[in-house]
């Protein structure tokens, strides 16, 4: 099946740095959402992007819906312990559609 | 918490045999969806049921069919198993019928076929 580009595939930062991650596709998107997962856990809802260029933040995560609506970005700033995890972002290529195409996975390791 | 439940947590079986993973939606959710998480194809969405009829269908395999009951729990058959149908299997559930943004995820029946 089709899936999203997603860079990098590990991370391993230390507390307090700020991390970025990002997802690229060949196919326009028009709604992307980037997603957590936890171990042994289903993913969870970050973040939703509907408009190309939008900038939207929620509390040290910020995502962008790049302009040419083929890519998406997340920014994690100040890092704590619990960020970690698999962070996966999604792309819906119609509004409403159900289909979501998701990413392969940026996994966030916190060195102490 | 996401308030979408999903059973059994952990199931193990062999080649050739048949199994029903169980979703139950959060309350008031008509939409449920099911996905396929493995190693080396990531998460795949299988299929979408909106208040008891099929909605949508991903890359689900002929020998895997789903249902979604009056009471709006669903169920994910896989039947004739292969060793390549090991994987986390999730449901999701939403309010709407077509919704991406709003969809919550439940924790998983990890499937082993040995």
């Known amino acids: 099946g089709q899936q999203l580009n997603q860079s990098p595939q590990s991370m391993f930062i230390q507390e307090g740095e700020d991390v970025s991650m990002n997802c690229t596709s060949s196919s326009i998107f028009n709604t992307w959402l980037w997603y957590k997962q936890d171990p042994g856990e289903g993913p969870v809802l970050l973040i939703a992007?509907?408009?190309?260029?939008e900038l939207t933040s929620n509390g040290r995560l910020t995502a962008q819906f790049g302009i040419t609506r083929k890519d998406s970005f997340l920014n994690i700033s100040a890092s704590i312990p619990s960020d970690v995890g698999i962070y996966f972002c999604?792309?819906?290529?119609?509004?409403?559609?159900?289909?979501?195409?998701f990413g392969t996975g940026t996994r966030l390791t916190i060195i102490p | 918490d996401s308030g979408v439940t999903q059973t059994p947590k952990h199931l193990i079986t062999a080649t050739g045999q048949r199994v029903t993973l169980r979703c139950s939606p959060r309350s008031g959710d008509l939409s449920v969806y099911w996905y396929q998480q493995s190693l080396d194809q990531g998460l795949q969405f299988l299929i979408q049921y909106y208040n008891g009829e099929e909605r949508a269908k991903g890359n689900i395999l002929e020998r895997f069919s789903a249902q979604q009951f009056p009471d709006l729990h669903s169920e994910l058959n896989l039947s004739s198993l292969e060793l390549g149908d090991s994987a986390l299997y999730f449901c999701?559930?939403?309010?709407?019928?077509?919704?991406?943004?709003?969809?919550?995820f439940g924790p998983g029946t990890r499937l082993t076929v040995l």
């Open positions: 999604a792309g819906d290529t119609h509004f409403g559609n159900e289909k979501l195409t």
């Open positions: 992007l509907y408009k190309a260029g």
């Open positions: 999701a559930s939403s309010p709407h019928p077509g919704g991406s943004d709003t969809q919550y």
